[in-house]
């Protein structure tokens, strides 16, 4: 069974009336206690979406009309719906990027808003990025519909879900070749130990990057995530996973992490690996020598 959060509808829309609308939001979604993602995910998406209507409602004032509706659902989503008019000129384009959006994997999405971000950065308009920013913020597919109103506009009704426990914290036991991973999103502690020179190390290390990948919004929310390196030995093969699965988690948040690199006091190369790892992803480390 649905449970109704929070209903809005204004026929003219305008900036001034965002901050309320998002307070509002929270007021009314604040007693379910979610996490500060999910939050962030429902301003990001209401924000853009009533951005977007404005900006737009230059030919035809009605476009500047809303219906907003968030719903609890008993998936642990919340189902946000929206609709409003669009312009039919705009229809062909908004349909391809939506598709095009829809079927992209959220690493690749990540790395399409980075490529168009930098394109764009001198060109007016959002050339698609705050669709782009919604995606990566729900769990499903973006579903849309089409209704003609008059020869200049149609509505346009969009669906989306915010997960709201779709965080998993990634763990694997060491064996005999490779590391312990510890990887906890509430306690923002991350963590590789032991050793590591698997049997098919980018099987192995691939799968922690794809974690990442999908939990990086997460991540980039993180106030003082910790990570910890400690492996008393690693091949070439492994090194290079390493500093890759280090340079995904940085990306994601790279001011906010702290990366604290042990090594044995009387293993001098092993500290100039970690220093040399710091060098080669613009990041300082602490190092910490165990006794």
């Given at each position: 069974m649905e449970?109704?959060?929070?209903?809005y509808t204004n026929n003219f829309l305008c900036e001034s009336d965002f901050p309320n609308v998002l307070q509002n939001i929270l007021n009314e979604t604040q007693e379910e206690h979610f996490p500060n993602v999910v939050h962030h995910s429902i301003r990001t998406i209401v924000t853009e979406i009533l951005s977007n209507i404005v900006s737009h409602a230059n030919i035809d004032?009605?476009?500047?009309s809303v219906q907003m509706e968030l719903l609890k659902t008993d998936e642990d989503t919340i189902k946000i719906h929206t609709k409003n008019f669009i312009q039919n000129?705009?229809?062909?384009?908004?349909t391809i990027l939506l598709n095009k959006i829809n079927l992209k994997s959220?690493?690749?999405?990540?790395?399409?808003?980075q490529e168009t971000l930098e394109k764009n950065l001198t060109t007016p308009g959002g050339a698609g990025i705050g669709l782009m920013m919604i995606r990566r913020r729900v769990c499903k597919p973006i579903i849309c519909k089409f209704e003609p109103f008059n020869d200049t506009i149609s509505y346009i009704e969009l669906e989306l879900e915010v997960a709201i426990n779709a965080?998993?914290?990634?763990?694997k036991d060491k064996t005999k070749r490779t590391p312990q991973v510890n990887f906890e999103i509430e306690n923002q502690r991350f963590e590789i130990s032991g050793v590591s020179y698997p049997e098919d190390?980018?099987?192995?290390?691939?799968?922690?990057?794809?974690?990442?990948?999908?939990?990086?919004e997460y991540i980039s929310d993180m106030q003082n995530p910790v990570l910890k390196i400690d492996l008393d030995y690693f091949n070439s093969i492994s090194l290079k996973n390493i500093t890759r699965t280090i340079k995904d988690l940085l990306?994601?948040?790279k001011d906010g992490f702290t990366v604290n690199w042990y090594y044995d006091a009387?293993?001098?190369i092993s500290h100039e690996e970690g220093v040399q790892m710091s060098e080669i992803l613009g990041k300082k480390f602490n190092f910490i020598s165990k006794k």
């Open positions: 449970k109704t959060l929070f209903t004032e009605r476009q500047r000129e705009q229809l062909s384009a908004f959220p690493q690749e999405l990540r790395m399409i808003q965080q998993e914290d990634l763990k190390a980018e099987n192995y290390y691939s799968e922690i990057e794809k974690w990442i990948f999908d939990n990086s990306a994601a948040n009387d293993d001098e």
